[in-house]
């Protein structure tokens, strides 16, 4: 895309994207309201830190008089410790998540679960406990107007991020609950590889648990430390637009959120990397 893209007015066929936070995170939440409005961006992603920083009501203020819907918070989670005071903590902590989602305006929380606590390899305890404190968070969250979505991590993360690494996998925890309560986020970064992701799609989608729609493709090779690696729409080894089906042919109209971890596009103009994705998604997802 030619420099200075940014600041050439509206791209057309937004209606359904949604930009998250971390993907433009150079942007102080001021400028991120002030590009989204000069592209014609209505949806945003927002993360708990950046939100606490500038504050809640503040934040929740400023997106509403910019006319910005506010499609998910990231992220709630970390639920796998096994010490008592440390799960109180956590408990605590995904309390006050439901309860920003709820002033944002937002109906989705996203939970990363957790990874196995130290010393430990219990993988199927660690799910355990994931699923009794949503036993815990799941009426919470119902009680302030917000979903909780689990969302699977790909398998790299399963150690020391989140035991949850198939949409299968999640879906076995949600399904405890009612849809009203817990879904899943589906992510392409984290399930484009699993052969059963598509079938697993229609099972979340047939029972309404399909909360959120992320993008990110899938880029060789990977940046040490990954985390940093989800690549810029059309860049690399994931159809989009199949994965867009998928989501579609299981009931799922909502918005269609775009959230990359990419340490090249944090060194870039933050408003010229929303206009690139912009049009990316209208090439790669939905044109």
Not at 50 to 60: H, K, S
Not at 81 to 109: F, I, M, Q, Y
Not at 118 to 128: C, I, N, Q, V, Y
Not at 138 to 158: D, I, K
């Amino acid at each position: 895309m030619p420099a200075g893209r940014a600041g050439g007015g509206a791209v057309s066929g937004l209606t359904r994207f949604s930009v998250n936070q971390m993907t433009v995170r150079q942007l102080s939440l001021p400028e991120l309201t002030a590009a989204c409005l000069e592209l014609g961006v209505g949806n945003v992603g927002l993360w708990r830190e950046p939100v606490q920083e500038y504050g809640t009501e503040a934040t929740a203020k400023l997106v509403r008089d910019a006319g910005l819907t506010v499609t998910t918070l990231c992220r709630g989670g970390f639920l796998t410790a096994v010490d008592p005071a440390e799960r109180s903590r956590a408990l605590d902590d995904n309390r006050r998540a439901v309860d920003e989602a709820a002033v944002l305006g937002t109906d989705t929380l996203v939970l990363v679960s957790g990874g196995l606590p130290s010393g430990s390899t219990d993988l199927r305890g660690a799910r355990e406990r994931i699923a009794e404190a949503l036993a815990e968070l799941g009426p919470y969250a119902e009680q302030h107007g917000v979903r909780l979505a689990v969302e699977p991590l790909h398998p790299m993360y399963a150690a020391d991020r989140c035991v949850v690494s198939t949409l299968g996998q999640a879906l076995d925890l949600a399904e405890r609950f009612p849809a009203r309560q817990v879904g899943v986020a589906v992510d392409t970064y984290h399930v484009w590889w699993d052969d059963t992701a598509p079938a697993q799609i229609a099972r979340a989608g047939a029972a309404g648990r399909i909360h959120t729609f992320q993008l990110a493709d899938w880029t060789t090779p990977l940046p040490h430390g990954v985390l940093t690696g989800r690549g810029q729409l059309g860049d690399g080894s994931i159809d989009m637009r199949e994965w867009l089906g998928h989501v579609e042919r299981a009931g799922y109209t909502g918005p269609v959120e775009v959230e990359l971890f990419n340490d090249g596009l944090w060194a870039r103009d933050g408003r010229e990397v929303l206009a690139e994705t912009a049009e990316r998604f209208v090439r790669h997802v939905t044109g």
